[in-house]
């Protein structure tokens, strides 16, 4: 897989050869291609040379209710190691969120890409740990594909979803499978690492290192198979949307989707 990676770029995210250590002897650690540990003091910005910001609403193409932001109000470390996206019921009624991307600071193509996240809950609440091709904006979505590494919405506490998006499977045709948390608790209770094994034709989704679904080539039949290429990594939180659904009176706010961290390994 190297030769698809710009180095500069991944030494960008920080942190070469300490998070390897934690995995093992220099002999059988896994080679850590980049990381963002989300270190600095609280109520920072995370870095910005690794994360940029989509911004504004219009629905973002699911009829969803927040107005995403740049501002730290919706996203700011912690000063503990995390990052912390924030969606808000403001004062007049409406939703602030924020949608962090690495497009046009960082691509990966293929490797092992997690996140050690706690999601947030509540009806119409759906956080989200994502991948778009790079060259969406030669060719446009869903040519561009899109790997959904996890994805929850409020009223499925237990589950996450994985899917892949491309040409002729996309929106409700995606190729998705679920995970159910196996201690049968809601996954917003507590931290979980969420993955996928990326190779050349496949795609395959872990949560705490447990694979639950693999797709490749055949899955996506006569359409394209368009995941042999740059992807750069997006994390966010919508609220409402034609999926979750809008939120009710049980809905709590604010709501905070805490990352730990991002890695991105060399496949073993």
């Known amino acids: 897989m190297g030769e698809h990676l710009d180095r500069r770029r ?10 390897a250590t934690a995995f093992g002897t ?37 009829a969803e ?16 190691g995390n990052l912390v996206i924030t969606a808000r019921r403001e004062a007049d009624g409406t939703y602030t969120s924020a949608r962090l991307k ?19 809950r509540g009806q119409g609440i759906w956080p ?5 091709g790079a060259d969406i904006g030669q060719v446009g979505w869903p040519a561009c594909g899109e790997i959904d590494v996890m994805e929850n919405v409020g009223y499925e506490p237990t589950l996450v979803h994985g899917t892949v998006h491309g040409p002729g499977y996309s929106g409700a045709q ?9 201690t049968g608790a809601p996954f917003a209770d507590d931290f979980h690492v969420y993955g996928v094994d990326w190779r050349p034709g496949s795609v395959t989704w872990t ?42 009176a049980s809905t709590s706010f604010p709501q905070q989707m805490t990352i730990d961290w991002l890695r991105v390994f060399q496949n073993a």
Do not use: C, H
């Open 65 to 80: 209710l927040q107005t995403y932001t740049d501002t730290r109000r919706n996203s700011a470390l912690d000063g503990a």
């Open 128 to 132: 989200a740990f994502w991948m778009l």
């Open 102 to 120: 690495t497009e046009g600071t960082y691509t990966a193509q293929y490797g092992r890409i997690e996140a050690r996240i706690r999601i947030p």
């Open 174 to 182: 995606g190729i998705s499978s679920t995970r159910q948390n196996p």
């Open 26 to 62: 220099a002999a059988t650690a896994p080679v850590l291609l980049a990381a963002d540990e989300f270190d600095g003091p609280a109520g920072s910005a995370p870095n910005p040379a690794i994360w940029r910001y989509d911004l504004g609403a219009g629905g973002w193409g699911n």
């Open 207 to 248: 949560v705490d290192g447990v694979a639950y679904r693999t797709i490749t080539r055949a899955d996506v039949g006569s359409n394209p198979w368009v995941f042999d290429k740059p992807f750069f990594v997006i994390l966010n939180v919508a609220v409402g949307g034609t999926w979750p659904g809008s939120p009710d």
């Open 10 to 19: 991944f030494m960008a995210l920080g942190l070469a050869g300490a998070a």
